[in-house]
């Protein structure tokens, strides 16, 4: 039944949308890992920016409102069901925003440039109804309320709210902050602020902390940044937790543009827990939405290798 539903709510929306000519987005994203040797198991995705998983999006010619709906990592149609969904408003010239539905909200979410990211509004993806408002150019503020489609008291959802901001400054960076309330029953209030500097050509550094606050204060910050030479790029990063030990991870990755298909690299951290990790990457980018990788690395006494398979494909 979910998975009619579903099928049918995307077709309709599709349909509602270029009847309006308006822009419609239908992609596939995945991965599947043809050797594997304790390393890269099969997913559904790839971490493709353009497609996420199984996904459809639409939205009108004057970009006011606007769907999208998505779903689960399995490829077996057997098993279809929604992974998330969300339909938008924009109101006064773009200047408001409504959307609502069951999704991730990670636009006042710092992320590093390796591996380390804040969190997103309400921990993750939650039902909710997601007020934004841009006053000034470059200026986004944000409420986020976790209605469900369970009733609940009015206190709760107060208590569960989450807020974010984000102002991006020309020729300079972007800073953002959020905090996710948590008051209700295990109380855990989250915040967190990053900042992403753009303002010099070919670098780019990004700086973040987080901190949860239960029992104890668990806090984390991370510092990373990227460097472009040519054909050659640079990347290096560390990472901090602390909550009553201090834990910590740093690495770095040299990668090199052969071609337009490959562009090997070499990745090497340390963490204070796990030890050292050194790997290589040869990928094979057939320029069509296709990619074969060959990876492999030690860590911990012991060799591994894969080769996945990425696709992606949307249109």
């Known amino acids: 039944m979910k998975k009619t539903l579903a099928i049918l709510l995307a077709l309709v929306a599709i349909g509602g949308f270029a009847f309006a000519q308006g822009k419609v987005v239908v992609g596939i994203d995945g991965k599947t890992t043809l050797i594997d040797q304790t390393y890269d198991s099969a997913t559904a995705y790839c971490n493709n920016s353009s497609v996420n998983g199984l996904a459809f999006s639409a939205v009108d010619a004057a970009n006011v409102k606007g769907a999208s ?57 939650i039902e909710q109804v997601m007020l ?12 986020q309320l976790p209605y469900a489609q369970t009733a609940k008291p009015v206190e709760t959802i107060l208590k569960t709210s989450a807020f974010g901001a984000s102002y991006a400054i020309d020729k300079v960076g972007t800073a953002k902050a959020y905090v996710n309330l948590g008051l209700e029953n295990v109380r855990a209030m989250t ?50 937790n602390y909550t009553t030990d201090l834990t910590y991870t740093v690495m770095g990755e040299v990668a090199y543009a052969v071609n337009a298909n490959i562009a090997p690299a070499v990745d090497v951290s340390f963490d204070s827990v796990t030890g050292i990790d050194v790997s290589g990457t040869v990928p094979y980018d057939f320029l069509n939405g296709v990619t074969l990788k060959g990876i492999i690395g030690y860590t911990a006494d012991a060799l591994y290798w894969s080769v996945p398979l990425c696709f992606s494909v949307s249109f």
């Open 132 to 143: 934004q408002a841009y006053p000034v150019a470059g200026l986004s503020l944000g409420v």
């Open 191 to 240: 915040i967190g602020a990053g900042f992403d500097y753009t303002g010099t050509d070919k670098l780019e550094v990004v700086a973040l902390y987080e901190g949860v606050k239960t029992t104890s204060l668990a806090n984390k910050a991370d510092i990373s940044a990227t460097y472009s030479m040519d054909k050659l790029s640079l990347a290096a990063e560390g990472l901090m």
């Open 69 to 125: 709906i998505s779903f689960n990592e399995s490829f077996n149609l057997g098993a279809l069901t929604v992974a998330n969904y969300k339909g938008y408003w924009n109101f006064f010239d773009n200047k408001a925003k409504v959307s609502i539905g069951n999704f991730s909200m990670s636009d006042y979410r710092t992320s590093a440039l390796m591996s380390a990211d804040n969190g997103k509004l309400g921990g993750g993806q």
